[in-house]
């Protein structure tokens, strides 16, 4: 099993729709979940971490299932701007690397 | 927040000639650099891991000896691609974790090194 799994999509949605994504993971040592964005040729950058508790900033809300080693993202509302590669990162533990996803393409349509 | 510079942002070259990549913390101190290659359209891979100090901790499948890395200081870390080769065209990306700091890691812009 691959340590980290996303569907790569492309997800095409109209604006407004509301959209989510599932992320497995399979080392159960991982502490820290975050959701990352990558738009074309640009560096990756964090949308948000994922609590056990779930957590919502504005359109976005995370959430995650360690019994099921899941993660999750859900976009409300969605804007043109959306449209990106959503990353589902975790690590194991302090100054250890990230362990991307290969992501989930998201295109939001006029 | 915490900056990573990267320079040079693209860099083309001729086969067989060595390329230095340079990453920076701007504001914060890093003991710990990620080096991390994408390919198009395929995910972020770790190449290795860049402790102040000391040696390089490379992941399975990457050449030490090709892939040069130096972090001399806590605001530096260096990627020299050594005879590079049409192959090693990718998308090179240093993160940093702050000194003391979370899990967060902040993201240089990466470069685009194009070997022709």
């Known amino acids: 099993r691959k340590e980290v799994e996303q569907d790569p999509g492309p997800f095409n949605v109209p604006e407004g729709a509301t959209v989510a994504f599932n992320c497995t993971y399979s080392?159960?040592?991982?502490?820290?979940f975050f959701w990352y964005r990558q738009d074309c040729r640009k560096e990756p950058k964090l949308l948000m971490s994922?609590?056990?508790s779930g957590n919502e900033d504005g359109r976005f809300t995370a959430q995650l299932n360690r019994a099921s080693q899941y993660i999750s993202l859900l976009i409300r509302d969605s804007k043109l701007s959306d449209s990106a590669t959503y990353l589902c990162?975790?690590?194991?533990?302090?100054?250890?690397?990230?362990?991307f996803g290969k992501g989930t393409r998201l295109s939001v349509i006029a | 927040g915490a900056v990573v510079s990267q320079h040079p942002s693209w860099v083309i070259c001729k086969s067989g000639t060595s390329v230095k990549i340079e990453c920076r913390s701007l504001?914060?101190?890093?003991?710990?650099m990620f080096w991390y290659r994408q390919f198009p359209k395929q995910s972020l891979m770790l190449m290795a891991t860049?402790?102040?100090?000391?040696?390089?901790?490379?992941e399975q499948g990457v050449e030490k000896d090709k892939f040069l890395i130096n972090h001399a200081s806590l605001t530096l870390s260096t990627l020299t691609v050594t005879s590079a080769h049409p192959e090693d065209s990718s998308f090179y990306i240093c993160?940093?974790?702050?000194?003391?700091?979370?899990?967060?890691?902040?993201f240089g812009p990466g470069t685009r090194l194009t070997v022709l």
């Open positions: 993160s940093a974790t702050v000194a003391g700091g979370a899990n967060e890691q902040f």
């Open positions: 080392n159960s040592a991982s502490q820290s």
């Open positions: 994922v609590y056990s």
């Open positions: 990162v975790f690590v194991s533990s302090g100054n250890t690397p990230l362990v």
């Open positions: 504001d914060f101190q890093a003991t710990t």
């Open positions: 860049s402790n102040e100090g000391s040696k390089a901790t490379y």
